[in-house]
């Protein structure tokens, strides 16, 4: 029979040398386990009574009404050390810390696929036009024309717009044809038009101005030229069409009329499976660079006119010759590589 407030069995205290009271005797409902018993794993209960002894400090006291809160800090971010570059490492003698992330149009990061970022100002040539100072880091160029569902589905012909990019996969530039629709679409590929070409900013840096005029070899006295201005409405160069007969060859000119490079490409242009090269070669008669029609692909060649091209130029050539075959690609790809109605229009030489 249960009695309340009964002594242990045994007396109070215990005799010396005698057996302890079992747990239920001392208030504990169930003994805890052993050291590396299975069982053991989790925290010891505290004995009754004695709520400081368990692991270290005792279990934490249940929060009472009216208490004040939990009083610990919250702990604070890691801030690297001041003066040194992200990541807290050691700045190198000469180098110069990073203050700000370059970003590109929409704020993202720079990278594969953002814009590329400028030089440093103490690194960028005095004598550059201003929004050329990209042009002065790269040796290619990669042009990618955007694909315009409407033409490909419908023929009708609609403005060209290309994205600029180095070899990394960074946009350099943005370029767009600005033209009426009657010229596009009576004209075709021969039409007239201006081109706009913009930086990460949509600050203009590049304007091209084509005039209407004739490529074939029977015309000797009509063909095709483009100006290029840097910034627009400063000449800094053109591209001229040179008569032949078999291989298309033009001459890239400074903004004296100096001519300082030559361009010369295949009897056919026909892009069957591979690149179609226009070689680019110095007054010295050595190839110093080339633009390629780079071949993307059987669907996007048969179903629509969007061209990728590649332009390789020597890394200490001016920026304004380099801005002057950025415009011979574009020239190119409309005298060879445009669509009139989605129906191909080469032919071989210059007939």
């Excluded at 009271?21 to 208030?27: A, D, R």
């Excluded at 004598?127 to 990618?144: I, K």
């Excluded at 009329?257 to 010295?284: A, H, K, M, Q, W």
């Amino acid at each position: 029979m249960y009695e309340p407030n009964a002594p242990p069995k045994g007396g109070y205290p215990p005799a010396p040398g005698s057996e302890p009271p079992p747990y239920s005797e001392q208030g504990v409902s169930y003994p805890p386990p052993a050291l590396g018993h299975p069982g053991y794993g989790g925290y010891p209960p505290p004995v009754v009574g004695q709520p400081g002894i368990g692991f270290a400090g005792g279990y934490p006291p249940y929060p009472q009404p009216n208490a004040q809160p939990y009083a610990q800090p919250y702990p604070q971010p890691y801030q690297p050390p001041p003066n040194q570059p992200y990541g807290g490492s050691t700045l190198v003698p000469g180098q110069q810390p990073i203050v700000v992330q370059p970003t590109g149009h929409s704020g993202q990061p720079t990278g594969a696929g953002g814009w590329m970022p400028l030089q440093p100002i103490n690194q960028q040539n005095t004598n550059c036009p201003p929004g050329l100072e990209y042009l002065t880091a790269v040796d290619q160029l990669l042009v990618h024309q955007k694909v315009e569902l409407l033409e490909a589905f419908t023929g009708f012909e609609t403005s060209n717009k290309y994205t600029v990019k180095n070899s990394m996969g960074q946009k350099v530039f943005h370029a767009a044809e600005i033209s009426d629709c009657c010229t596009r679409q009576l004209c075709g590929p021969n039409r007239a038009f201006d081109m706009k070409i913009v930086d990460n900013h949509d600050h203009e840096v590049i304007h091209l101005n084509r005039a209407l005029a004739c490529s074939s070899c029977f015309f000797p006295c009509c063909l095709q030229t483009m100006e290029v201005t840097a910034p627009p409405g400063s000449l800094i160069g053109s591209i001229h069409q040179e008569w032949s007969i078999l291989s298309p060859k033009f001459s890239i000119k400074d903004a004296s009329g100096e001519t300082v490079l030559t361009i010369e490409g295949p009897i056919c242009t026909f892009s069957i499976c591979g690149d179609v090269e226009f070689n680019v070669y110095s007054r010295g008669g050595d190839k110093v660079g080339k633009i390629s029609k780079q071949w993307s692909g059987l669907v996007r060649e048969a179903f629509t006119d969007a061209d990728m091209f590649g332009i390789n130029f020597p890394l200490d050539l001016d920026v304004r010759i380099k801005a002057v075959l950025l415009g011979a690609c574009f020239l190119i790809d409309f005298m060879f590589f445009e669509k009139a109605g989605n129906n191909e229009h080469d032919r071989p030489g210059m007939l």
